[in-house]
């Protein structure tokens, strides 16, 4: 099965489904993670492939997925671990942030980005111990410009467009995203959505 294109990518392990658990992209850094080939992965139904657990060891990936019927119902979905199957018949456990994709009108994936779990903490507004960026850092807040360039990419816009909407150049939309990237402190533009997610900025 083919992957469907997205307008975003990411180097980080990643995969997305459609409303019916059904795998649509499996990128190569989940290929690592998971050990699953991209021809395995695809076409699959997600929670029979990696069959999720909570960190209590209760099942969490299932046909009526929480997640998936959150982001049908365009809710934002909250950051979590989960401990997911491997191709060696082990589990991993896994940092997981998701993301509802819109490749077209009406027809939207959710993205799953994946990280180990010591590789990057989870987000919560319920910790006050757990790490996570800060818009008032020393990197310094968002500016109003940078704020909605943020939303605007949250709602999956391009460069160009993004340059239409506020009348500005292009050039000077990439400025405001290289900054935005600098103090949320992220690498590319959809961790910047999900953390600006997470952080209720969009």
């Known amino acids: 099965m083919a992957a469907r294109k997205t307008n975003y990518i ?8 459609d409303q019916d658990g059904i795998i649509h992209l499996w990128n190569p850094t989940a290929e690592k993670m998971f050990g699953f080939s991209a021809d395995t992965a695809l076409g699959q139904q997600c929670w029979k492939l990696l069959a999720g657990q909570d960190t209590n060891g209760n099942r969490y ?23 997911l199957n491997t191709a060696s018949n082990g589990q991993k456990k896994v940092n997981l942030s998701c993301l509802e994709v819109f490749d077209s009108p009406g ?3 959710l993205l799953h980005i994946c990280h180990t779990a010591d590789e990057a903490p989870i987000y919560s507004d319920n910790s006050h111990t757990t790490s996570r960026p800060s818009v008032n850092s020393q990197r310094g807040p968002l500016t109003s410009r940078e704020l909605e360039v943020l939303a605007l990419l949250a709602d999956g816009k391009a460069t160009r467009e993004i340059a239409s909407m506020m009348c500005i150049s292009y050039a000077t939309v990439r400025n405001h995203v290289q900054h935005m990237l600098h103090k949320l ?3 590319n533009r959809l ?3 999900v953390i600006g997610q997470r952080l209720d900025l969009v």
Not at 10 to 17: I, K, L, N, P, R
């Open 10 to 17: 990411t180097g980080d392990a990643a995969f997305a489904v």
């Open 61 to 83: 990936c299932c046909e009526r997925c929480p997640l998936r019927e959150m982001a049908l119902k365009h809710e934002s979905v909250h950051s979590l671990q989960l401990s």
């Open 107 to 109: 027809n939207g994936l």
């Open 185 to 187: 402190h992220v690498h």
């Open 191 to 193: 961790e910047a959505v």
